[in-house]
């Protein structure tokens, strides 16, 4: 009987969790369980639909920016072959400009292409936003 009685206080501790005391977390609220849609500061954030609008933006762009590996070949500053992927950084202004444009993380070594693709993100019109957006975005490239 001993044993059962044991037996029954672990598996009974064991189902909750084996935590001692009660719990210091309240109850969800209804606020509490609504999503935090607010940046720091409490200025509200890119919605999920802008950021998907956002990327669509850069894919749009993306024929420009592939025309950049063409020129680079062309004018023999890399071989025929070359194929890579550069990462842009940009920060997309509440009016939808986008400003701090830089190559954060490159395959190919080529001032002439790196220009090239800063200079074509610097001309897409993003959709205005809440507040200043960071992103980035990687253009994969490979010349024929």
Same mark, same amino acid.
């Given at each position: 009987? @001993?044993?059962?009685?044991?037996?029954?206080?672990?598996?009974?501790?064991?189902?909750?969790?084996?935590?001692?005391?009660?719990?210091?977390?309240?109850?969800?609220?209804?606020?509490?369980?609504?999503?935090?849609?607010?940046?720091?500061?409490?200025?509200?954030?890119?919605?999920?639909d &802008?950021?998907?609008e956002? &990327?669509?933006?850069? &894919?749009?762009?993306?024929?420009?920016?592939?025309?950049?590996?063409?020129?680079?070949?062309? @004018?023999?500053?890399?071989?025929?072959?070359?194929?890579?992927?550069? #990462?842009?950084?940009? #920060?997309?202004?509440?009016?939808?400009?986008?400003? @701090?444009?830089?190559i954060?993380?490159?395959?190919?070594?080529?001032?002439?292409?790196?220009d090239?693709?800063?200079?074509?993100?610097?001309?897409?019109?993003?959709?205005?936003?809440p507040?200043?957006?960071?992103?980035?975005?990687?253009?994969?490239?490979?010349?024929?």
């Amino acid at each position: 009987m @001993n044993k059962l009685a044991v037996l029954l206080v672990l598996v009974g501790v064991a189902a909750c969790g084996g935590k001692k005391g009660g719990s210091t977390t309240p109850p969800p609220t209804e606020e509490s369980t609504k999503p935090d849609n607010s940046g720091t500061g409490g200025e509200p954030m890119v919605s999920a639909d &802008q950021m998907e609008e956002i &990327q669509k933006m850069f &894919q749009r762009k993306g024929n420009a920016v592939s025309r950049c590996l063409s020129m680079v070949v062309d @004018n023999k500053e890399l071989p025929k072959n070359s194929r890579g992927k550069v #990462t842009v950084e940009v #920060t997309i202004s509440p009016s939808g400009k986008p400003e @701090n444009v830089k190559i954060i993380k490159s395959t190919l070594e080529s001032k002439p292409l790196h220009d090239c693709v800063l200079e074509r993100v610097k001309e897409i019109g993003f959709p205005a936003v809440p507040n200043t957006y960071p992103t980035t975005y990687t253009y994969a490239f490979e010349a024929m």
